[in-house]
């Protein structure tokens, strides 16, 4: 019998990143070989259902090789994480245009981000997962922070990120010989320094941007990893719902960028998740019970999202006619 990794048989995890690992081979290798062509929206909504299909199919087969309540919360998962990146695409919309990053070429930066999304994805979850399994409280200490983080982001709805300040960015071109303007899909470029003549190692814009969007990333992890736990302590089904979730992440930003403004009031309703999500442990153990039914988390998540949905796009609704060019470019 193979051995078990964090409570799951190996020939499971092996199964599950041999399907990451071909989808990524696939997206690169055969979707977009040529990464300096623009993915139109219409392109974009296309990849994104294919990432949706493959994750719910993926989710499938853990009800069916699992458990029905395995699945259940794979899906709970996948639905929070997927509707949390959505507030992580807005940041990255606002680090694109800050910097003037050419659609062409933006799709790079996603993809060498997602593989860093993977990795620190990974160790974020394994912590928590060691966390979880050695103190039980600090599912305590996750709804908390949930609640809190909830309320913060309901009182901070209309704030703009503020990329200028970023002190990640301010660090970097104080200690790092940074080009002025892009040099195509280059990240590192050699170059002459002016003061000394020599040929020097310069980042380029496109490196910047790259770093800024993984520390986006890694902040917005600090939300979502605690959220998936407060559902679920398995580690497959945390790790799993989690990275089938961001891989259409790149898919997504080209269509959602596109249409930013018409989401307006989700941020209400990604809030509103997490303090339900954060309050449902505590209710839970008032209650007695070991924790609230996958399928009422399930359901109200998808309550609240559909309703701050359909509420953006009702208040926005003269925005649509005001942006023809994102109906043609639909029609694509």
Do not use: C
């Not at 929070?80 to 992580?88: H, T």
């Not at 990255?92 to 800050?98: E, K, L, R, T, V």
């Not at 259409?248 to 941020?267: E, N, P, S, T």
Request: aromatic share 14%; proline share 3%.
């Amino acid at each position: 019998m193979m051995a078990d990794v964090l409570g799951k048989p190996l020939w499971m995890w092996t199964l599950f990143l041999t399907v990451v690992a071909l989808l990524l081979a696939f997206d690169l290798g055969v979707l977009h070989k040529d990464s300096s062509k623009e993915i139109s929206v219409g392109e974009s909504l296309k990849l994104s259902a294919f990432y949706i299909t493959m994750g719910l199919l993926f989710g499938g087969w853990v009800w069916y090789s699992v458990s029905p309540q395995a699945g259940l919360e794979y899906l709970t998962g996948f639905v929070i994480e997927k509707s949390l990146s959505m507030d992580n695409i807005f940041v990255i919309a606002m680090i694109f245009g800050f910097f003037g990053i050419p659609r062409a070429y933006q799709y790079r930066v996603l993809f060498w981000g997602i593989l860093a999304v993977i990795v620190l994805r990974g160790l974020m979850i394994g912590i928590g997962a060691a966390l979880v399994q050695q103190y039980s409280w600090v599912l305590y200490i996750f709804a908390a922070f949930l609640i809190v983080t909830g309320v913060k982001m309901i009182i901070a709805a209309d704030q703009q990120y503020d990329v200028a300040s970023n002190p990640i960015l301010k660090f970097m071109r104080k200690h790092f010989r940074v080009t002025d303007k892009l040099h195509g899909e280059k990240f590192i470029i050699k170059d002459r320094d002016p003061a000394t003549g020599k040929m020097v190692t310069f980042l380029t814009p496109l490196a910047l941007v790259l770093v800024l969007v993984n520390v986006a990333d890694v902040i917005f992890a600090v939300d979502s990893v605690p959220a998936i736990f407060a559902i679920t302590t398995d580690t497959y089904i945390v790790f799993t719902s989690n990275i089938f979730a961001i891989l259409g992440l790149r898919a997504l930003y080209f269509a959602l960028a596109a249409m930013i403004d018409r989401f307006a009031y989700l941020k209400y309703a990604l809030a509103a998740v997490l303090i339900f999500i954060g309050s449902k442990i505590i209710v839970a153990d008032m209650l007695g019970i070991a924790k609230v039914p996958p399928a009422i988390s399930l359901g109200t998540t998808f309550a609240i999202l559909a309703v701050g949905v359909f509420y953006s796009l009702w208040k926005t609704r003269d925005l649509a006619k005001s942006v023809p060019v994102v109906e043609a470019k639909l029609a694509e």
